[in-house]
């Protein structure tokens, strides 16, 4: 089975400028999350999204905005880019994504989106 | 807030020395944890994860972690490390009825050979 796949590897953008990550969840994956890491932060939750809804949403602001297709794929967009948005966008797939009590999915993570702000 | 603590944020080792890196989380209650590997270069992979049972939990390359519930404590442990282990480490953890894990801020091993 293929893994998670993101598009493209590394970006340089100025601020100001919008950008679009893309995520291709593992085949049979109903569930993308993406995140953002960085140096001194780890990986802080951005949103995922199950069967085309946003499911869940992290404490980030509305500039960072995403969607699912029917295929499950997934798109990120940030919008009015700031230097503070450099960072690796990670996207994590798994078949149910993450559900509440005990019986939680394995997520799969792709290599990541190296953006830097200029 | 709910939040997973990695005290240690660089360790450097020698060969065939002993592991342990520290993680401490505040949930209450039913709490899933999770342990993940980042090597050089490569994708963040799941090395362990606890959910209920056996507080002690095997993972992949020779890994363990511990859950201690009275410490709020799910440290890492590994006997005997190699150069391979080289690699940035995170700590993750989630209550029982929650959607999102919270990663800590990740602990970078680097082993001499």
């Known amino acids: 089975k293929a893994g998670v796949t993101q598009t493209p590897r590394y970006l340089i953008k100025t601020r100001g400028q919008q950008v679009t990550l893309s995520c291709s969840p593992i085949?049979?994956?109903?569930?993308v999350s993406w995140y953002q890491q960085t140096p001194g932060q780890g990986l802080q939750f951005l949103f995922e999204y199950f069967s085309e809804t946003q499911r869940n949403k992290g404490n980030f602001p509305g500039r960072f905005s995403g969607r699912q297709f029917s295929n499950s794929r997934s798109e990120m967009n940030v919008s009015t880019l700031e230097l503070g948005d450099s960072a690796l966008y990670l996207c994590?797939?798994?078949?149910?994504?993450?559900?509440?009590?005990?019986?939680?999915?394995?997520?799969?993570f792709g290599p990541g989106t190296r953006l830097t702000v200029l | 807030a709910q939040s997973v603590s990695q005290h240690n944020h660089h360790v450097i080792l020698s060969e065939a020395a002993s592991l342990e890196l520290g993680c401490n989380y505040s949930y209450g209650g039913t709490v899933n944890l999770f342990w993940y590997v980042q090597y050089p270069g490569q994708h963040l992979q799941l090395l362990l994860k606890?959910?209920?049972?056996?507080?002690l939990v095997k993972g992949i390359k020779g890994f363990e972690a511990e859950f201690i519930k009275s410490k709020f404590s799910f440290n890492l442990r590994k006997p005997s490390v190699q150069w391979s282990d080289t690699a940035e480490y995170f700590c993750?953890?989630?209550?029982?009825?929650?959607?999102?894990?919270?990663f800590g801020r990740g602990t970078s091993l680097i082993v001499h050979p």
């Open positions: 606890y959910f209920s049972g056996d507080p």
């Open positions: 993750a953890g989630k209550s029982g009825g929650s959607y999102i894990p919270t």
């Open positions: 085949s049979g994956h109903r569930s």
């Open positions: 994590a797939s798994s078949l149910n994504g993450l559900a509440g009590g005990q019986a939680v999915d394995e997520q799969f």
